[in-house]
């Protein structure tokens, strides 16, 4: 048992006064018999001299002062919050959803009307509310009361940031270390993928209490850039992602382009962008604040110094010329294609054409990131990263009439080793394929290891490179490789001002919850029962005194 | 309804009793009818008192002639005359007197049917005049032995009154403008007005008085205990006392003040006082009294 009023000594403090004031009071108490009597004048001169109630007289009704004590008692508990310290049987588990999406139209006082309907339904010994904004937060613990929740609610608004909702049931499953039921009623329409909801375990029951059809019908809902389709080094296609509404509007060095062409449904291509990392706006006409517009920046794409072996020029010397990318230097660089007999430039990544006899696989794929024994996943990841699965590799192993293996495997440097033969097969040599020039150029990407384009940062999204950041405004959510920004806005960099967008929650697989349970959970708390008894005790005083048993 | 039955007061014992009473005084009042009484009156009595100069109008027969012859002069003897004593008794009949068992008004009442007898039969004249919140006339003086019944008739068939109102009663009766006697107040005294107010009424009268002061030992030691709320019968008044030993120590203590103020009011105005015990026979306490020392108004 526990107060949530007082403390100890004053609980104690309390009890102590009340039981003397009732003490004093029950010797001023008097129980009066009528008597007739012939006259009274001896006694009214009597009681003119003498008071019938002192302090010092013998104590009387020893069982009515234990009755009263004992109902005051009760009364000054309820008034400092006696509250049982065992455990409830279920627990309630509330979470607010702060994000962007709370500021769309009158989402927010309707969710924070929602929160309270449901913490007044249930026993605010039990629950527990959360606010889940950029980051989940604690708004009450449980034991407080509907005041607290009221007072901290009146001054919350909706932040500009992706839903944490995730974060907290994540969080909640590293913490919750107990058998009891919990209730978690999410209000608000922050998506909770069904691979969170599966790891969640059995005692816990997911709900949702949010307005119907309060995901806006039109809104931004994502963003990507890729090199140009085009093939042009120094351009970029952006794609958007909306839902609803009409085709979205780009606003760059301030001309407003239309999207060049919609992929898919809801899906929106720029292209050929220039990559010299100028800000842009995208604007979605008719959707809600503030998913109708993003800012974001566009790359700039740096030419790569390559060290050319001379004796490669015949192979090379063509395609490195005509990519706008590359820049052939003659010393120094930021990588090297030689000759596996060569020494030029050994400190630098290297594409290297080797002898058969020194190298077991066709192509020998070296990363100081991969792990000691690759699987098969992360080779197929290179793979494609370096556009190998276009070549075609049936027609050069039947060329060469020897099969061609590829091995991922760990080196101090990135490399990539390739037989010297493939580029000698009669009529059927790599540097005549068509896609000859898309291989280098991923290959020399590959070797570069140049950072993913990051051009428009998300809130809530991880940021690779984040520790870079030199002098934030805001708090930086996560840690090492999963810092993200938090709050949409701008965010200083050493690289400069950093535009940080938000969009709508969309489909990452939503799981479908039930509204939760209606009405209050007919659970009563530990003072309702006091009141109850003290009620009951005050009928049977009561009882006591018309009975005569009582004064 | 009557207070009480007839039997109670139309007592062959009563009268036997009041025969062997006799109630003197050491002078009655003049000009009252020829009784057992020595009145200041000089009359027709037997014993010769003195000689006063005749007058014109004197009986010639009363003249000395002896003393004329000696001293030439007229002078008419003077006797000793015998008048009745005019007593006037107040019984109290308020509400207090009827509330106990048995009732100290039966007491009293039976003490003013033997005094009534005890005067009537000694040929005095007897006036009773019962009071509560006022005085009543039952019976106007007069004199005749074959009163006594009919006043204890009348005195049984009287209902109880309300509240004591004892300096009332005696200022009604002061107003009749009685012939001076003898004022027999049978009461308790317990007059909500406090005994004070009872004494100075009384020394108003004209009358000598006799108190008859009806007790109990009840009065003295109630031996009440614990929380009580009193009600006085006649008032409705009601007293919230808790009564510990403090409590009876200091009624006790107001009890004997009560006593001491009668005691000293009647020493200091030689008033005569006979504490009845109502718990006791009425007729051998008054007995008792008489033959002690008789009673001499």
């Known amino acids: 048992m526990s107060l949530a009023q007082f403390s100890p000594i004053a609980l104690v403090g309390g009890l102590l006064a009340l039981a003397g004031g009732l003490y004093a009071l029950q010797r001023l108490r008097v129980r009066h018999s009528r008597v007739q009597v012939v006259t009274t004048m001896f006694w009214k001169q009597v009681a003119q001299d003498t008071y019938a109630r002192e302090l010092t007289q013998r104590f009387r009704h020893l069982w009515a002062y234990l009755l009263l004590l004992l109902l005051s008692s009760l009364l000054w508990f309820v008034v400092g919050g006696l509250r049982s310290d065992s455990l409830p049987e279920s627990e309630r588990l509330l979470i607010l959803d702060r994000s962007a999406s709370a500021s769309v139209g009158d989402h927010w006082p309707a969710w924070k009307r929602l929160l309270r309907e449901q913490f007044l339904a249930g026993d605010p010994d039990a629950t527990t509310v959360l606010v889940c904004g950029a980051a989940p937060r604690s708004l009450t613990v449980p034991g407080d009361s509907v005041v607290f929740l009221d007072e901290r609610l009146a001054t919350l608004e909706p932040e500009q940031s992706a839903p944490s909702v995730e974060h907290a049931m994540l969080a909640l499953l590293r913490t919750k270390n107990d058998m009891r039921p919990l209730d978690v009623v999410i209000i608000g329409q922050a998506p909770l993928s069904q691979r969170v909801v599966d790891l969640l375990p059995e005692e816990v029951r997911l709900f949702r209490a949010g307005l119907p059809n309060a995901v806006p019908s039109a809104a931004l809902l994502g963003m990507g850039v890729s090199p140009a389709v085009s093939g042009a080094w120094e351009r970029v296609d952006l794609g958007v992602r909306v839902r609803g509404g009409e085709a979205p509007v780009l606003h760059l060095a301030g001309s407003e382009i239309p999207a060049s062409k919609q992929q898919a449904q809801g899906l929106y291509l720029f292209q050929d962008l220039p990559a010299g990392g100028q800000q842009f706006e995208i604007q979605l006409p008719r959707a809600p604040a503030p998913f109708d517009r993003v800012q974001g920046q566009l790359p700039l794409r740096q030419p790569l110094s390559v060290l050319l072996d001379p004796a490669l020029e015949p192979i090379f010397g063509g395609v490195l010329a005509a990519h706008p990318g590359i820049q052939l230097v003659e010393q120094g660089g930021d990588l090297v294609i030689r000759l596996a007999s060569s020494d030029l430039g050994l400190e630098l990544p290297a594409l290297e054409l080797i002898s058969s006899d020194q190298q077991a696989e066709a192509i020998f794929l070296g990363d100081p990131a991969a792990a000691a024994e690759p699987g098969d996943l992360a080779l197929r990841k290179v793979l494609g990263e370096l556009a190998l699965d276009q070549l075609d590799g049936t027609g050069l192993a039947t060329s060469l009439g020897r099969p061609l293996e590829v091995t991922y495997n760990q080196a101090s440097l990135r490399r990539v080793g390739i037989w010297e033969d493939l580029f000698s097969i009669e009529g059927a040599a790599l540097q005549s394929s068509r896609s000859f020039p898309v291989f280098v150029g991923r290959v020399l990407s590959w070797l570069a290891d140049t950072p993913d384009w990051v051009h428009t940062w998300q809130a809530g999204v991880p940021v690779p490179g984040l520790d870079w950041i030199a002098d934030s405004e805001q708090t930086l959510a996560g840690s090492g490789e999963d810092l993200a920004p938090p709050l949409a806005g701008s965010i200083s960099t050493a690289l400069g001002s950093r535009s940080v967008g938000v969009f709508a929650p969309q489909g990452m697989s939503p799981a479908q919850l039930p509204a939760p349970l209606d009405g209050p959970s007919g659970d009563w708390n530990l003072g309702t029962w006091i009141l109850l008894l003290a009620l009951g005790l005050l009928l049977l005083e009561g009882r006591l005194v018309r009975l005569g048993r009582m004064p | ?297």
């Open chain 2, 1 to 297: 309804m009557s207070i009480l039955a007839r039997s109670e007061l139309v007592d062959p014992e009563l009268f036997e009793a009041a025969r062997r009473l006799h109630v003197s005084a050491r002078r009655v009042a003049p000009r009252g009818r020829f009784a057992d009484q020595r009145s200041r009156d000089r009359g027709m009595g037997l014993e010769f008192e003195d000689h006063r100069p005749y007058a014109p109008g004197d009986d010639l027969r009363a003249v000395d002639w002896h003393l004329e012859r000696r001293l030439g002069r007229l002078f008419v003897r003077l006797f000793e005359q015998q008048e009745d004593l005019p007593m006037y008794l107040m019984p109290d009949v308020s509400k207090s007197q009827f509330l106990e068992e048995p009732p100290r008004g039966r007491a009293g009442l039976r003490a003013t049917v033997l005094l009534a007898a005890a005067a009537l039969f000694q040929h005095d004249t007897v006036g009773v005049f019962p009071f509560a919140e006022d005085l009543t006339t039952l019976a106007r003086p007069a004199s005749g032995r074959n009163r006594a019944v009919i006043l204890a008739t009348r005195l049984a068939a009287l209902e109880a009154g309300g509240a004591t109102d004892i300096p009332r009663a005696v200022k009604r009766l002061g107003a009749l403008r009685l012939r001076r006697g003898l004022v027999v107040l049978v009461s308790d005294l317990f007059d909500p007005r406090g005994i004070e107010a009872v004494t100075e009424a009384l020394k108003s009268l004209r009358h000598r008085l006799l108190i008859v002061q009806l007790t109990r030992p009840v009065d003295a030691d109630p031996g009440l205990a614990g929380d009580l709320r009193l009600v006085d019968c006649e008032t409705g008044v009601e007293e919230d006392v808790s009564i510990t030993p403090a409590v009876q120590q200091r009624y006790r203590e107001t009890y004997d003040a009560f006593e001491n103020h009668i005691a000293q009011f009647c020493r200091e105005r030689g008033i005569g006082r006979i504490r009845l015990d109502c718990d006791q026979d009425v007729v051998s306490q008054l007995t008792q009294v008489f033959e002690s020392g008789g009673f001499e108004a």
